[in-house]
């Protein structure tokens, strides 16, 4: 329930703090000024776009915070718990601020929030009707969901939805893969070509390099082993002069000077390093002479073996070293296609169970729905002779989809009929209802309809436009049963609306040489007649209108 707005630098409104209470409000005065500031200041809370020109002129930003008594909303009590919101279990407070560059703040309980979470928190907490709500009940969606909202059937519907949409995914995906069969058997024959001709290539993932550098040594065999000779000949086995000779000769004329200095003894040790590496190298050279032969056969082997790689590589266009990915790509690829048929398989099982699982959501809210139709229009019809449409019947029509037809909303068409006159068949609403019969249709539906609902406030914006008299009274009556039962909100011109409420706020306006500021005023019983009278009477006020504004208060409290 709502129990606070505050207000500050919004409109015409410098700092503004409105209290409310369980029953049925209305507000009344300048009924243009009150809607802008009142729903305005509570749209904006709930995380509506807001406007800059919202902010009141001279200050640099607008703030709006709206207090709820939610100890007897459990789903925005589990909703602050599972958005790790703070939450005291007993009220919930959402504020929001726009500043005159555009930015814009909101938060719950004083943590910061998004405006997707102001608006889905608020869709808990309150629920607006409009006074160009009726015009909606020309869309056939509108019917559908104003039904399944009678129903209670909101999450029944959406199971029904998210089923279908499952189905129709799978469907078409399904069909996608058998009108490619064609295409598939085509490729799969072509990969089985690719794969076995790869598969007799025995390519292993290292053999491309490995095979470069034997080719490189054998091709190269002369070369290598005639350096090698000449190397060896360097280090050791040349008769003339060699390194290791040298060395050896190098170390006996050191050996042989008494009490060398560091920097020889160092040569030293240095030069025996040496030769012990010069010695080491001889036996790695002659080692590798020893195993090294020339085999030109060998060599012919070698690059027949890498003119294939290669010409494999070239066919499938990929560098040589990446055939083996290729090969292990396509032979994923032809294990898929090969399991295709299984998959296929089941899918069609899987599309099968969807279907299943859809019709007996459907038709579970088929039933929910008929007996909701019959409720509905028994409800909706039993409002119309106190509101001026004697023997008008309203009649929510169910029409089954042809046989086999599926859709996101269920197994019927729902569409609200009605028949002005006894006797008169069911019509649709745009083909017979007038303006002023459409609005007074609407204010029964939404009357009934909140009836039902869950969200404790519910807020009606003009809804009794276009009507008067005794239809305005009955409208009164019906708003007032309801905030006996919750809490509405309820923006009137209309005196005998006001009159039924419990609680009565005047909106007024103020012009003074600096501009103009707005005020919202809780009035007591006596000023309560006097606003009446005036909604009554007009301009001039009389004693005669102010009895009747008494009157009508004493009959309503009645």
Not at 113 to 136: C, P, Y
Not at 198 to 205: F, K, N
Not at 349 to 364: F, I, P, S, V
Not at 405 to 419: N, P, R
Request: with cysteine; glycine share 6%; aromatic share 4%.
């Amino acid at each position: 329930m709502l129990t606070a707005i505050t207000i500050k630098n919004f409109t015409l409104v410098e700092q503004l703090e409105i209290d409310f209470c369980q029953g049925m409000t209305a507000i009344t005065g300048e009924t243009g000024a009150g809607k802008s500031l009142v729903l305005g200041a509570l749209s904006m809370a709930l995380g509506d776009r807001a406007d800059t020109d919202r902010i009141r002129r001279g200050a640099e930003r607008a703030e709006v915070s709206a207090l709820f008594d939610i100890s007897s909303i459990t789903p925005a009590s589990q909703w602050l718990i599972d958005q790790d919101f703070e939450n005291t279990g007993s009220e919930c407070l959402l504020r929001r601020i726009i500043t005159r560059e555009g930015r814009s703040r909101g938060s719950i309980n004083g943590q910061p929030a998004t405006m997707a979470q102001l608006r889905e928190l608020g869709e808990m907490l309150i629920d607006i009707h409009n006074q160009h709500e009726h015009q909606s009940l020309l869309r056939r969606d509108t019917h559908r969901a104003i039904l399944d909202n009678y129903a209670d059937t909101a999450i029944l519907a959406n199971e029904v939805k998210q089923l279908y949409q499952s189905w129709r995914s799978l469907s078409n995906h399904l069909t996608r893969l058998e009108n490619q069969s064609e295409e598939l058997d085509a490729r799969k024959e072509l990969l089985v070509f690719q794969v076995n001709e790869l598969d007799q290539l025995e390519l292993s993932d290292n053999e491309l390099a490995e095979l470069e550098q034997e080719q490189h040594l054998l091709a190269n065999a002369e070369s290598i082993i005639q350096k090698s000779h000449q190397v060896l000949d360097i280090c050791s086995q040349a008769e003339n002069f060699n390194l290791q000779t040298g060395l050896h000769r190098t170390l006996q004329l050191l050996q042989e000077i008494p009490q060398k200095a560091d920097a020889l003894a160092s040569a030293e040790k240095l030069l025996i390093s040496a030769e012990i590496e010069i010695e080491e190298a001889s036996r790695e050279i002659q080692h590798y002479l020893d195993s090294f032969e020339v085999n030109p056969e060998q060599l012919q082997q070698v690059e027949e073996r890498l003119s294939a790689i290669f010409q494999l590589a070239r066919k499938h266009r990929v560098p040589a070293n990446e055939l083996c990915e290729k090969h292990r790509l396509l032979q994923q690829e032809l294990d898929r296609l090969n399991g295709g048929t299984e998959d296929i398989a089941a899918l069609q099982n899987q599309l099968a169970k969807l279907k299943d699982d859809y019709l007996d959501k459907a038709r579970q809210l088929t039933k929910k729905r008929t007996k909701a139709a019959l409720s509905l229009s028994d409800a909706v019809s039993g409002h119309f002779d106190s509101l001026a449409m004697q023997g008008a019947l309203f009649t929510p029509q169910l029409a089954p989809l042809p046989e086999g037809e599926f859709a996101s909303e269920g197994l019927e068409a729902v569409e609200f009929l009605i028949a002005t006159n006894p006797g008169d068949p069911p019509r649709p609403l745009q083909k017979i209802a007038s303006g002023g019969e459409l609005s007074r249709i609407s204010l029964a539906i939404q009357v009934i309809a909140a009836q039902n609902s869950a969200i404790p406030t519910l807020v009606f914006d003009e809804v009794d436009v276009g009507i008067g008299g005794a239809t305005a009274d009955v409208v009164g009556k019906m708003l007032r049963q309801l905030g006996s039962r919750g809490q509405v909100i309820c923006v009137t011109h209309q005196p005998q609306v006001a009159a039924c409420a419990h609680q009565h706020l005047l909106v007024s306006k103020r012009t003074h040489s600096e501009g103009a500021e707005s005020g919202l005023t809780m009035l007591p019983r006596a000023e309560r007649v006097n606003e009446i009278a005036r909604m009554l009477g007009g301009a001039k006020v009389t004693g005669r209108t102010v009895e009747h504004a008494r009157e009508m208060l004493e009959l309503a409290e009645s």
